[in-house]
């Protein structure tokens, strides 16, 4: 099924969760962001360049996220880029969906821009240049006009704690959609093809706790249920399984009360 996007820009309010960390926009900082047909309020300060900082509104392209300073240029700007999908490998596709790993190494300029893009909403996120050893999962929405950008998840190439996730976001104007949910477990899903148990990088961010909170309340509620139907009694603490005892672990530690 396709999606049809609206003609004009969507106007969405301030969110609904207002995270207690960071540093907040102020009026002499970007408030809003416009990015394919949703214009955004800003969180958090992000450290853009500053003839583009001290705008109001940041216009930024939903495919190469090249970002710009009026809907002028940007509007010229979409007539001619040439992209209309992220710069990486389509590895995951299910309807309207779609998942493109992106290599920091071989794509810098995008991945920067990206993680410019998410601090506009995460409180803890510290990396903005340094994306080479990084790989990137961007989440899309595909239609006829292109793979329009959701969300991602970045994850270390190399991490000797075997961390499955660094960072991830979704847009403000595709929460409350499953979305999170969808990054988390393809996170999961990655780590299981490595033969690895994986799990994130701490501190998470406000909004990523309370992912993880839902996502491994969900989990393990599921897999007790598929245990007691083999057993009638049931212990993760006894499981020879590593991932059992890992996801308890996890749950432990992020004060999950299943």
């Not at 007539?79 to 779609?98: F, H, N, T, V």
């Not at 996120?125 to 998840?153: A, Q």
Request: charged share 25%; proline share 5%.
């Amino acid at each position: 099924m396709r999606h049809k996007r609206p003609e004009s820009p969507v106007v969405l309010p301030t969110q609904a969760f207002l995270p207690t960390h960071g540093t907040r926009a102020e009026n002499t900082h970007i408030q809003k962001v416009q990015i394919g047909a949703f214009l955004i309020d800003v969180w958090y300060l992000a450290p853009y360049p500053e003839e583009y900082s001290q705008l109001e509104i940041l216009y930024i392209c939903e495919f190469c996220l090249k970002y710009m300073k009026s809907g002028f240029v940007a509007k010229r700007h979409k007539q001619k880029c040439p992209m209309k999908y992220p710069p990486g490998d389509e590895i995951y596709r299910d309807g309207a969906l779609s998942i493109f790993e992106v290599d920091g190494r071989k794509n810098k300029i995008y991945c920067q821009n990206l993680c410019l893009l998410a601090k506009m909403f995460l409180d803890h996120k510290t990396l903005y240049y340094d994306v080479e050893p990084f790989l990137f999962y961007i989440l899309t929405e595909v239609d006829d006009y292109g793979c329009h950008f959701v969300g991602y998840f970045s994850k270390e190439k190399r991490s000797l704690l075997d961390y499955n996730l660094s960072c991830i976001m979704t847009l403000p104007a595709h929460q409350r959609k499953g979305y999170g949910q969808f990054l988390i477990d393809f996170s999961y899903l990655l780590s299981r093809k490595e033969g690895k148990v994986g799990s994130p990088e701490r501190p998470l961010s406000d909004l990523g706790l309370l992912s993880y909170r839902k996502y491994w309340c969900k989990t393990i509620k599921y897999h007790l249920l598929q245990l007691a139907r083999e057993s009638n009694h049931v212990s993760i603490e006894g499981s020879s399984d590593p991932c059992n005892t890992h996801a308890l672990h996890l749950a432990h530690g992020t004060h999950l009360h299943a």
